[in-house]
């Protein structure tokens, strides 16, 4: 409220801690998805099926390539939200002014976001992570779940961050990763071919701009 921090000037500090408790509450049910998901995919499918919200939400996730999108999707939110959240929890008191009297040297230390790296740490990730890992089931069941992941799949579908398939595809090709079936029961190994849409796509992509660079050298030679 004393407007000592680095957020934005002209928002209210009522207006800021607002905010500040709501994307530390939103960013928090995203960390806990993440994790809520991986640990229902090991449970029996008709015991999850009991549960309708909870089967709804992980089977809309897992569908296809759903999961990859919902997991770029997510590191937005949170990355998004966490800088918000740090200009409003970032100290930024001037030379001779501390916070509870702290001498300078520690105010110095505070000013560069370590508070607020260890309170969101704790807050906004930790402590959702440990209750959607103790209760996945419970988690996956809050009806707002849904339009969360929905709202993932939005934000891939931007296309801001959509470079992390281009080189995941790189990636896949260069170290020569392999289906699970592939290890754990004998099927055929996968050549350096896209199999997936998404894989067809970032070829494709490469192809186009690969044909587009050589004619803008020709026109321009």
Known sequence: ?????????????????????????????????????????????????????????????????????????????????????????????????????????????????????????????LMWRIVASSFPVAFLSNPIINGIIRLCFLLDSLGVCSAAWVFARWIKVLVGYQP???HLEGAERHTSDPVTRRDKDVDRAITIIKYIASMTLLAFS
């Open 1 to 125: 409220f004393a407007k000592k921090t680095t957020m934005w000037t002209g928002v209210p500090g009522w207006v800021s801690v607002i905010i500040l408790f709501a994307l530390m509450g939103f960013v928090g049910i995203t960390e806990g998805m993440q994790i809520a998901f991986f640990a229902v995919l090991n449970m029996p499918e008709e015991e999850l099926a009991k549960h309708p919200v909870a089967y709804a939400n992980a089977d809309l996730t897992f569908r296809g390539q759903n999961l990859q999108a919902f997991l770029i999707g997510r590191q937005m939110v949170s990355a998004s939200g966490m800088f918000v959240v740090a200009r409003i929890m970032t100290l930024n008191y001037g030379e001779g002014d501390t916070v509870f009297g702290f001498s300078e040297g520690f105010q110095t230390l505070l000013n560069t976001g370590l508070l607020n790296a260890v309170v969101t740490t704790i807050v906004a990730s």
């Open 180 to 182: 699970d079936e592939v």
